[in-house]
T-cell receptor, first 111, second 116 residues
């Protein structure tokens, strides 16, 4: 069965600090992987997407990495801001439209 | 486009009542998904449609749940009869497939359902 594990489950950091969130998945066949950000009370919104041939992609202060061989991905947030407080969900895609959502990491950025 | 629109935003109902959640996908999108989110289980796929046809409903918890998509611009999810364990946030999402496209699910704001 396709599975996604994320760590840590939750994280608290101070504003301005960096952090890295981890994702391990067993989706097969693997098509691509997205990281979603979900603010409290809102639906998830895509941050980055990587196909199996890409190993890093940046979107502003967010940098995602992907190792399709070890089935691992990470999301690095640089110079965190209060508005980064949210859940970050790793979503590998199996085939065409089968999005497999991870449990998410809850990030809290404190002033 | 206003994005995926869900209604109502909040629903409080008594156990045993019928609940109907509504979704308007992004115009032109050919896939529509219904998800349920709880603290314990995260986001769970309930059912998804392609061109208004249900493709996979294996995530629908039991016969009390049903979903329809009568046309490309509307879908509803019904729970009858509702139970307290159905309390969750229900999300609708839509996406567009096609050659060369990398699919992305665009989510609505969700409906927070509370069954008392």
């Amino acid at each position: 069965k396709n599975q996604v594990e994320q760590s840590p489950q939750s994280l608290i950091i101070l504003e301005g600090k960096n952090c890295t969130l981890q994702c391990n998945y067993t989706v097969s066949p693997f098509s691509n992987l997205r990281w979603y950000k979900q603010d409290t009370g809102r639906g998830p919104v895509s941050l980055t997407i990587m196909t199996f041939s890409e190993n890093t992609k940046s979107n502003g202060r967010y940098t995602a990495t992907l190792d399709a061989d070890t089935k691992q991905s990470s999301l690095h947030i640089t110079a965190s801001q209060l508005s980064d407080s949210a859940s970050y969900i790793c979503v590998p895609t199996e085939g065409g439209q089968n999005f497999v959502f991870g449990p998410g990491t809850r990030l809290s950025v404190l002033p | 486009d206003a994005g995926v629109i869900q209604s109502p935003r909040h629903e409080v109902t008594e156990m045993g009542q019928e609940v109907t959640l509504r979704c308007k996908p992004i115009s032109g999108h050919d896939y529509l998904f219904w998800y349920r989110q709880t603290m314990m289980r995260g986001l769970e796929l309930l059912i998804y449609f392609n061109n208004n046809v249900p493709i996979d409903d294996s995530g629908m918890p039991e016969d009390r749940f049903s979903a329809k998509m009568p046309n490309a611009s509307f879908s509803n999810l019904k729970i009858q009869p509702s139970e307290p364990r159905d309390s969750a946030v229900y999300f609708c999402a839509s996406s567009l497939a096609g050659a060369g496209r990398t699919p992305e699910a665009f989510f609505g704001q969700g409906t927070r359902l509370t069954v008392v």
